[in-house]
């Protein structure tokens, strides 16, 4: 990258949305991989959904302008954590964190980089999972995603996870996470999608993302229901549709996590 391209890019600002609850095992590391990026033009939105473990008072030391930090005063869910984020968010980019996932150090450069030279709306990562055994971190195999969903291609494959995407600001207009228990997320991709947006993937690893139980990626079965529920309501999906969504959402997952 030219002098001139790099100056270019860091005129481009992004702002980081980073819902919490009760990650106190973790946050550290999600924080500190958001300030070590190699990008310098961020801003960090950390929204505390009311915590009852050391999360707030480890936000709360952390010193630096560029992190805004919000403290709930009653826990509202990670979907409105996410809305606020977004309603708050200033810059020409939105990205998104999980408190208990951490990115490469490059990610943000990468992938603004990436968006900003091929006029991309909405952009992704392949992953690396994880699971905390022992208080140890599990690096799991690399999950390499297709190189680009529209709507009907996602509605069969949910691999992407929210802590790997940027968003371009503008193309999220009025849309928001729905408040529904888990899955929130796939029906915010949905919403986007459906507008007719491709999500477009930068062929590299910059995530690394903790399979709990309430990730869609996790293969947990009781999350059948919730897809189903918002297949059947912000979706639209017909009977036979949805089923279709369904199977092929659980065959992916098992391709890439096995049966859990």
Known sequence: MNLHNYQHLNGISVDIIMPNYNKDKFIKDSINSVISQTYNNWNLIIID???????????????????????????????????????????????????????????????ISFMDKNNYDFTYTNYIPFILKNNNKILKKEIVLPEFFNYEQFLCNTSIIMSSVILRKSIIGLKKFPKVKICEDYSFKCKILKKGIIATKINQNLTFYQISKNSLQSNNFRNVYWVWHINKKYNRLTFFKNLKSLLFIIISSIKRYGIK
Do not use: H, M, P
């Open 49 to 111: 959904d009311n915590s009852n473990d050391e999360s707030k008072k480890i936000i709360s030391s952390y010193e630096n302008d560029k992190i805004k930090k919000i403290y709930l005063s009653k826990n509202k869910g990670v979907a409105f954590c996410r809305n606020l984020g977004v309603r708050l968010s200033k810059s020409q980019y939105v990205a998104f964190i999980d408190s208990d996932d951490y990115w490469s150090s490059n990610k943000l450069k990468e992938q």
